[in-house]
Protein backbone atom coordinates (compact mmCIF):
# COMPACT_ATOMS: atom_id res chain seq x y z
CA UNK A 1 0.00 0.00 0.00
CA UNK A 2 1.29 3.51 -0.78
CA UNK A 3 2.64 5.40 1.91
CA UNK A 4 3.65 8.36 0.23
CA UNK A 5 3.94 11.90 1.91
CA UNK A 6 1.89 14.87 0.79
CA UNK A 7 2.98 16.79 -2.00
CA UNK A 8 1.91 19.87 -3.44
CA UNK A 9 -0.57 19.56 -6.60
CA UNK A 10 -3.16 21.65 -8.74
CA UNK A 11 -3.88 25.33 -7.31
CA UNK A 12 -1.63 24.56 -4.05
CA UNK A 13 -3.75 21.79 -2.74
CA UNK A 14 -1.96 18.75 -0.59
CA UNK A 15 -2.50 15.31 -2.45
CA UNK A 16 -1.66 12.31 -0.29
CA UNK A 17 -1.54 9.15 -2.21
CA UNK A 18 -3.75 6.32 -0.23
CA UNK A 19 -3.65 4.12 -3.42
CA UNK A 20 -2.77 0.27 -3.24
CA UNK A 21 0.33 -0.47 -5.81
CA UNK A 22 -1.73 -2.92 -7.68
CA UNK A 23 -4.84 -0.88 -8.32
CA UNK A 24 -2.44 2.25 -9.39
CA UNK A 25 -3.33 2.02 -13.36
CA UNK A 26 -7.18 1.69 -12.40
CA UNK A 27 -7.95 3.51 -9.40
CA UNK A 28 -6.37 6.46 -8.24
CA UNK A 29 -7.32 7.41 -3.90
CA UNK A 30 -6.15 10.67 -2.89
CA UNK A 31 -6.58 12.85 0.64
CA UNK A 32 -6.26 15.99 -0.20
CA UNK A 33 -6.21 18.76 2.14
CA UNK A 34 -6.40 22.49 1.30
CA UNK A 35 -3.82 24.64 3.23
CA UNK A 36 -6.14 28.12 2.91
CA UNK A 37 -8.78 29.88 4.87
CA UNK A 38 -10.94 31.61 2.47
CA UNK A 39 -9.99 31.76 -1.31
CA UNK A 40 -8.44 28.53 -3.24
CA UNK A 41 -6.29 29.65 -5.89
CA UNK A 42 -7.96 27.77 -8.56
CA UNK A 43 -9.55 28.16 -11.90
CA UNK A 44 -12.18 26.31 -14.20
CA UNK A 45 -10.79 22.87 -15.38
CA UNK A 46 -12.59 19.57 -16.17
CA UNK A 47 -11.42 15.98 -16.11
CA UNK A 48 -11.65 13.11 -19.39
CA UNK A 49 -12.38 10.28 -16.55
CA UNK A 50 -14.85 7.27 -16.25
CA UNK A 51 -15.31 7.72 -12.71
CA UNK A 52 -14.74 11.04 -9.89
CA UNK A 53 -16.42 11.59 -6.74
CA UNK A 54 -15.54 13.67 -3.84
CA UNK A 55 -15.54 13.43 -0.15
CA UNK A 56 -15.58 15.81 2.67
CA UNK A 57 -13.87 14.45 5.41
CA UNK A 58 -13.15 17.50 7.53
CA UNK A 59 -14.03 21.35 6.80
CA UNK A 60 -15.80 22.65 4.31
CA UNK A 61 -15.18 23.56 0.60
CA UNK A 62 -17.52 26.10 -1.35
CA UNK A 63 -17.65 24.92 -5.11
CA UNK A 64 -19.15 25.62 -8.37
CA UNK A 65 -20.19 22.99 -11.18
CA UNK A 66 -21.38 23.74 -14.87
CA UNK A 67 -24.61 23.59 -15.41
CA UNK A 68 -25.88 23.28 -11.67
CA UNK A 69 -26.74 26.57 -10.15
CA UNK A 70 -24.70 28.80 -7.68
CA UNK A 71 -21.84 28.19 -5.80
CA UNK A 72 -22.37 26.11 -2.71
CA UNK A 73 -20.84 24.50 0.52
CA UNK A 74 -20.06 21.21 0.73
CA UNK A 75 -19.28 20.08 4.88
CA UNK A 76 -18.25 17.03 6.75
CA UNK A 77 -20.17 13.66 5.29
CA UNK A 78 -21.35 15.32 2.07
CA UNK A 79 -20.05 14.21 -0.94
CA UNK A 80 -20.11 14.51 -4.73
CA UNK A 81 -20.29 12.78 -8.25
CA UNK A 82 -17.84 14.95 -10.56
CA UNK A 83 -19.00 13.09 -13.95
CA UNK A 84 -16.95 13.26 -16.68
CA UNK A 85 -15.78 16.55 -17.98
CA UNK A 86 -18.40 18.39 -15.95
CA UNK A 87 -16.35 22.20 -15.81
CA UNK A 88 -15.72 23.33 -11.44
CA UNK A 89 -14.18 24.76 -9.78
CA UNK A 90 -13.29 25.18 -6.18
CA UNK A 91 -13.63 28.42 -4.79
CA UNK A 92 -13.21 28.63 -0.84
CA UNK A 93 -12.26 26.32 2.01
CA UNK A 94 -11.56 26.55 5.45
CA UNK A 95 -8.12 25.94 7.01
CA UNK A 96 -7.45 22.62 6.66
CA UNK A 97 -10.18 21.22 5.08
CA UNK A 98 -9.87 17.60 3.86
CA UNK A 99 -11.59 15.33 1.41
CA UNK A 100 -11.03 12.04 -0.04
CA UNK A 101 -11.19 11.57 -3.79
CA UNK A 102 -11.40 8.51 -5.82
CA UNK A 103 -10.99 8.69 -9.55
CA UNK A 104 -10.32 5.71 -12.20
CA UNK A 105 -8.69 5.30 -14.26
CA UNK A 106 -5.63 6.27 -12.03
CA UNK A 107 -3.69 8.60 -14.70
CA UNK A 108 -5.90 11.04 -17.05
CA UNK A 109 -6.22 14.30 -18.23
CA UNK A 110 -6.88 17.27 -17.02
CA UNK A 111 -7.79 20.56 -19.10
CA UNK A 112 -8.24 24.07 -18.17
CA UNK A 113 -11.23 25.31 -19.36
CA UNK A 114 -11.11 29.12 -20.96
CA UNK A 115 -14.23 29.64 -22.69
CA UNK A 116 -17.14 28.56 -20.03
CA UNK A 117 -17.78 30.81 -17.02
CA UNK A 118 -19.03 29.58 -13.74
CA UNK A 119 -21.90 29.53 -12.61
CA UNK A 120 -23.45 29.09 -15.80
CA UNK A 121 -26.63 30.89 -16.96
CA UNK A 122 -28.83 27.89 -17.02
CA UNK A 123 -29.38 24.86 -14.60
CA UNK A 124 -29.61 21.81 -15.99
CA UNK A 125 -29.60 19.70 -12.79
CA UNK A 126 -30.46 16.42 -15.04
CA UNK A 127 -27.83 16.86 -17.99
CA UNK A 128 -26.40 13.77 -19.13
CA UNK A 129 -22.21 14.04 -19.03
CA UNK A 130 -21.03 10.93 -21.30
CA UNK A 131 -24.01 8.74 -19.11
CA UNK A 132 -23.32 10.35 -15.82
CA UNK A 133 -25.07 12.66 -14.16
CA UNK A 134 -24.07 14.74 -11.48
CA UNK A 135 -24.99 13.72 -7.71
CA UNK A 136 -24.72 16.01 -4.33
CA UNK A 137 -25.38 14.01 -1.77
CA UNK A 138 -26.31 15.95 2.47
CA UNK A 139 -24.39 13.98 4.92
CA UNK A 140 -26.99 12.29 6.99
CA UNK A 141 -27.83 13.23 10.84
CA UNK A 142 -29.17 10.26 12.09
CA UNK A 143 -27.79 8.87 15.21
CA UNK A 144 -26.43 5.66 17.04
CA UNK A 145 -30.21 5.07 17.68
CA UNK A 146 -29.87 2.37 14.79
CA UNK A 147 -27.90 -0.59 15.01
CA UNK A 148 -26.72 -0.05 11.93
CA UNK A 149 -27.62 2.91 9.82
CA UNK A 150 -26.83 3.04 6.13
CA UNK A 151 -27.10 6.46 4.53
CA UNK A 152 -27.54 5.68 0.21
CA UNK A 153 -26.23 8.02 -2.17
CA UNK A 154 -27.98 8.31 -5.65
CA UNK A 155 -24.77 7.83 -7.44
CA UNK A 156 -25.44 4.55 -8.35
CA UNK A 157 -28.89 5.29 -10.24
CA UNK A 158 -26.00 8.33 -11.74
CA UNK A 159 -23.99 6.04 -12.73
CA UNK A 160 -26.23 3.16 -14.17
CA UNK A 161 -25.17 0.94 -11.94
CA UNK A 162 -21.82 1.22 -12.13
CA UNK A 163 -20.57 3.15 -8.76
CA UNK A 164 -22.01 2.31 -5.11
CA UNK A 165 -21.59 5.20 -2.64
CA UNK A 166 -22.61 4.64 0.63
CA UNK A 167 -21.53 6.33 4.59
CA UNK A 168 -22.39 3.88 7.16
CA UNK A 169 -22.75 4.42 10.96
CA UNK A 170 -22.24 0.67 12.79
CA UNK A 171 -23.43 0.95 16.89
CA UNK A 172 -20.71 -0.75 18.84
CA UNK A 173 -21.13 -4.27 18.75
CA UNK A 174 -23.32 -4.30 15.05
CA UNK A 175 -22.55 -5.93 12.48
CA UNK A 176 -22.93 -4.41 8.77
CA UNK A 177 -23.32 -7.09 5.56
CA UNK A 178 -22.49 -6.02 2.05
CA UNK A 179 -23.25 -8.26 -0.60
CA UNK A 180 -20.77 -8.72 -3.25
CA UNK A 181 -20.56 -5.86 -5.69
CA UNK A 182 -18.23 -5.42 -8.62
CA UNK A 183 -13.76 -5.77 -8.95
CA UNK A 184 -13.47 -2.78 -6.09
CA UNK A 185 -14.24 -2.14 -2.70
CA UNK A 186 -13.25 0.69 -0.59
CA UNK A 187 -13.68 1.61 2.70
CA UNK A 188 -12.43 4.71 4.38
CA UNK A 189 -12.86 4.55 8.39
CA UNK A 190 -14.23 8.45 9.52
CA UNK A 191 -14.44 7.43 13.33
CA UNK A 192 -14.69 4.42 16.10
CA UNK A 193 -12.97 0.93 15.37
CA UNK A 194 -14.21 -1.79 13.28
CA UNK A 195 -13.07 -5.15 11.45
CA UNK A 196 -14.06 -5.95 7.81
CA UNK A 197 -13.49 -9.96 7.45
CA UNK A 198 -10.61 -10.79 5.43
CA UNK A 199 -8.17 -7.90 7.19
CA UNK A 200 -6.38 -9.25 10.35
CA UNK A 201 -6.01 -5.74 11.55
CA UNK A 202 -8.71 -3.45 13.64
CA UNK A 203 -8.96 -0.13 11.38
CA UNK A 204 -9.02 2.97 13.18
CA UNK A 205 -10.30 6.64 12.43
CA UNK A 206 -8.48 7.80 9.10
CA UNK A 207 -7.54 3.91 8.24
CA UNK A 208 -8.97 2.39 4.87
CA UNK A 209 -8.53 -0.92 3.20
CA UNK A 210 -9.82 -1.98 -0.51
CA UNK A 211 -10.63 -5.84 -1.71
CA UNK A 212 -11.20 -6.31 -5.07
CA UNK A 213 -12.77 -8.95 -6.58
CA UNK A 214 -14.14 -9.95 -3.80
CA UNK A 215 -16.76 -12.91 -3.96
CA UNK A 216 -18.00 -13.19 -0.88
CA UNK A 217 -20.68 -11.70 1.92
CA UNK A 218 -18.50 -8.62 3.42
CA UNK A 219 -18.91 -8.70 6.86
CA UNK A 220 -17.79 -5.69 9.04
CA UNK A 221 -18.07 -5.72 12.65
CA UNK A 222 -18.11 -2.46 15.32
CA UNK A 223 -15.81 -2.28 18.72
CA UNK A 224 -17.23 1.06 19.07
CA UNK A 225 -19.76 3.09 17.43
CA UNK A 226 -18.06 3.51 14.21
CA UNK A 227 -18.77 5.92 11.13
CA UNK A 228 -17.41 4.47 7.76
CA UNK A 229 -17.44 5.28 3.62
CA UNK A 230 -17.99 2.81 1.39
CA UNK A 231 -17.30 3.05 -2.45
CA UNK A 232 -17.56 0.09 -4.61
CA UNK A 233 -17.16 -0.10 -8.49
CA UNK A 234 -18.52 -2.45 -11.03
CA UNK A 235 -15.42 -2.68 -13.13
CA UNK A 236 -11.89 -1.24 -13.12
Not at 54 to 66: D, H, T
Request: with cysteine; glycine share 6%; proline share 5%.
Amino acid sequence: MSDSEWITGRAGMLYRDLTRDDLRPHVLVSQIRLPFDGEVPDYVHYHKIKFQMIFCKAGWIRVVYEDQGPPFVLRAGDCVLQPPQIRHRVLESSAGAEVIEISSPAVHETWVEHEIKLPTLDVKSDRDFDGQRFVLHRADARTFDEVCAVAETAISAATQGYASVRTVRLAADGVYYREPFGEFILLYVLSGNIQPNGSKEKLLADDHVVFTHRAETLLISAFEDSEFLEVGLREI
